[in-house]
C-alpha cells in the first residue's frame, strides 16, 4: 500500500526567495566549469602561439560570448556571495580558545578577496 504524495509543482522553487537563491546557486556551479573551460582554451591559445592566440581574441570579442561571459560573471558572484555567506556554518575558527563570530569570519573572506583581487589585477596591469 502506497502513501499519497502531493504533485511537486515545476516551479516549486520560485515559491521563496530562499529557495530561488538554492536553485540558482546549483545553476552557477555550470557557469563556473565554463569559465575553467574559457581560461583553459586561453591559456592553449597562448601556448600555440600569437596566431592562435589572435584568433581566441576575436572568437572572445563576439557579441554571444561576451554576453555568456557577462551571465558567468553574476552567477560567478552569486556562488561566491552566498558560498561567503555559509562560510561561518561551514568552518569553527577559534583564537585562544574562543570561536569567532560569524561576521568576522565573512569579513575575512571579504577582505582576502579584495587582497588577492587587487593582486592579481596588479599582476596583469603592470
Avoid: C, K
Wanted: glycine fraction near 4%; aromatic fraction near 18%; avoid cysteine.
Amino acid at each position: 500500500m502506497s502513501t499519497y504524495q502531493r504533485p511537486l509543482a515545476l516551479f516549486w522553487w520560485l515559491e521563496r526567495r530562499s529557495y530561488l537563491l538554492f536553485v540558482l546557486r546549483e545553476l552557477s556551479a555550470v557557469f563556473v566549469g565554463w569559465f575553467v573551460i574559457y581560461l583553459l582554451l586561453l591559456v592553449n591559445a597562448v601556448g600555440d602561439g600569437a596566431a592562435s592566440y589572435q584568433d581566441f581574441l576575436d572568437w572572445s570579442g563576439s557579441w554571444w560570448v561576451l554576453t555568456i561571459n557577462v551571465i558567468a560573471m553574476l552567477f560567478v558572484l552569486l556562488h561566491t556571495i552566498t558560498w561567503f555567506a555559509l562560510a561561518p556554518r561551514a568552518m569553527a575558527v577559534r583564537v585562544r580558545g574562543r570561536r569567532l563570530p560569524p561576521a568576522q569570519i565573512v569579513a575575512a573572506h571579504y577582505l582576502l578577496w579584495l587582497l588577492l583581487s587587487a593582486f592579481v589585477a596588479w599582476l596583469v596591469l603592470r
